[in-house]
């Protein structure tokens, strides 16, 4: 009984945490941390661990073929493009990433840094840092996803807000539902197919 009542209490912090809002886009939901004012737009159906609950300054949103974790910062004198682009590499050296690359999302109200790459088992990550314009708050978001599904996960960073208006920042076309194993798979072999059919014609040259 204290076990299920322990589950229960996180369970009432989590409702009270992050709360799950109806959205413009019929694929996804408003996600909102209420303990920071941050806002952000992904898929519905996420769902958050228990095991989160225990640091209040983190949080996590898992689908069944994705992977969001939030980590909260307070800005201080480090916090500076340099600094936080050589966190990043350090992050993705931390998960063993390879292949990696700078990019370039804009978020309205943050200044973004990110990265992309691949995971040691094959998938894809997005390790972004959000540095608010208006108040102290730096977050990390850390994306981990079916290849297929990176315009999904840009769209997602794209969307934070903070502040009162607690809504996602406008976007031009509506969300994408999460892509499945099988047709990320699918589309993967299909790109490596066109890549050989164009090696072999340069070859016959």
Known sequence: MRLVSKYLSKFAALMV???????????????????????FEAPEGGHIPFSFF?????????????VMTLQHYIKNENT????LEER?????????????????????????????????????????????????????VV???????????????KSFSEGNDKKPNEREKPKQKIQKKKDAEKEKQELEKEKRRKNEKVYEC
């Open 54 to 66: 225990q640091d209040p300054s983190s949080a996590q949103v898992n689908w069944d073929e994705m």
């Open 88 to 140: 990043l590499k350090s992050r993705a050296m931390g998960f063993n990433m390879y292949d990696t690359d700078m990019m370039k999302i804009k978020v309205k109200g943050f200044k973004c840094y990110a990265l992309e790459g691949t995971m040691p088992d094959g998938t894809r990550c997005i390790i972004a840092y959000l540095v608010s314009e208006k108040t102290t708050t730096v977050l990390e």
């Open 17 to 39: 945490t992050i709360a799950f809002l109806s959205t413009f886009s019929a694929n996804a939901k408003v996600y909102t941390w209420d303990k920071y004012d941050i806002a």
């Open 143 to 157: 994306v981990n996803y079916l290849f297929g599904n990176q315009e999904v996960v840009e769209e997602m960073i």
């Open 80 to 83: 500076n493009k340099k600094n």
